[in-house]
Nanobody
Framework: QVQLVESGGGLVHLGGSLRLSCTASGIILSLHDMGWYRQPPGEGKERELVATTFIGGMTNYKKSVKDRANISRDNAQSTVYLQMDNLKPEDTGIYYC?????????WGQGIQVTVSS
């Protein structure tokens, strides 16, 4: 059974930093592309990709976080991290971890991040 468990969220002050962790079990992390998505508050809002780390080592970021975020992975610990700095109100949302390999995709349960002024 595949499980992705996010941690590290919560209430953060405007301009602050956070580090989210996603620990995977039931998969070999090194064989999966791993991503962080977030769902902004509000009805009808869709999940948006924040950052991805690919198995080949490349990374990709949403334009609005590119200069403030860093995604990394520790395959030995089966954990993916998302470091975000200079947090803004628009960073508020539920953050989800996602694992992808070929035709299979897995989601974590999500974790709330709230940026307050």
């Amino acid at each position: 059974q595949v499980q992705l468990v996010e941690s590290g969220g919560g209430l953060v002050h405007l301009g602050g930093s956070l580090r989210l962790s996603c620990t995977a079990s039931g998969i070999i992390l090194s064989l999966h592309d791993m991503g962080w998505y977030r769902q902004p508050p509000g009805e009808g809002k869709e999940r948006e990709l924040v950052a991805t780390t690919f198995i080949g080592g490349m990374t990709n970021y949403k334009k609005s976080v590119k200069d403030r975020a860093n995604i990394s992975r520790d395959n030995a610990q089966s954990t993916v991290y998302l470091q975000m700095d200079n947090l803004k109100p628009e960073d508020t949302g539920i953050y989800y971890c996602h694992a992808h390999r070929q035709y299979n995709g897995y989601w974590g349960q999500g974790i709330q991040v709230t940026v307050s002024s």
